[in-house]
C-alpha cells in the first residue's frame, strides 16, 4: 500500500492544485519513482490511498499496467491519517500481511527483503515490522528505540520511523471503516507487548516534506545522472 492521501501542508502552496505524491523530481512524480521501486522488488499488487486531488493521482497513475503492476484505489472522503487510511482499505488489502510505505518517501530500501518480516508476521508471532532510520536534523528526537530487532517506545537509542513498514491486518481490527486514527498511536499497545519488530537502514532515505526538500532530492539526482 502506498499512502497518498495526505494534504501536504507543508508542502504549500505546491500542494494547493497538484497533490504532493504528483510533485516532480527529476522529471518524475514522486510517486512514480516509488512504484517503479516496489514493482522492482515483486511487489506488483499496490493499494493506493486518495483524498486531497486524488483524482489527479488516479489519472496518473491508472490501473498500473504501464508499471507492470495492479493498481486498486482507497478513496476517502477527508484524509483518515495513516491507521485510519489502512484501516479503511482493508477490504482491499485481504488478511495477509501487507507492506505499506508513505508516498512522499524516498529511499534506496530493499523493498524485497521484507519478505522474511511478512512470513513472520504470517506466524502470528508479531503484528509488525517497522524500518528506521538514523534521525535527519528535522527529527532529531526521533520516534522509537530499537532493541535486538525489536521496537521499543523508551530503552535504547531513538531512530526515527521511515514510513516503511509491514503490517498484519489485525493490527487495524479494531478501527471502524472511515475512523481518523494514527499509526503512531495504534502502535503503543502492541510495541509495549514486545509484538513490533524493526531493522535500521543505513542507506539513503528523504522524507520529501518540505519545498527544500523536494528542491534538494532533485538536485541529487541530477548529480546522480
Known sequence: MILAAGRGERMRPLTDRMP?????????PLIVWLMERLV????????????????LIETEMGNGTRFGAEIAYSREPEALGTAGGIAHALPLLGDRPFVVVNGDVYSDFDLASLMGAASRLSRGELLAHLVV??????????????????ISAR???RFTFSGIGVYHPVLFAGIAPGTRYQLATLLREPIARGKVSGEHHRGLWIDVGTPQRLAMLGQMLANQK
Open 20 to 28: 504532493k505524491p504528483l510533485l516532480r523530481v527529476a522529471g518524475k
Open 40 to 55: 522492482r522488488a515483486g511487489l506488483t499488487e499496490v493499494v493506493v490511498n486518495v483524498s486531497h486531488l486524488g483524482a
Open 133 to 150: 532510520v538514523d534521525n535527519p536534523n528535522h527529527h532529531a528526537a526521533g520516534d522509537f528505540c530499537l532493541n535486538d530487532g525489536r
Open 155 to 157: 530503552s535504547g537509542r
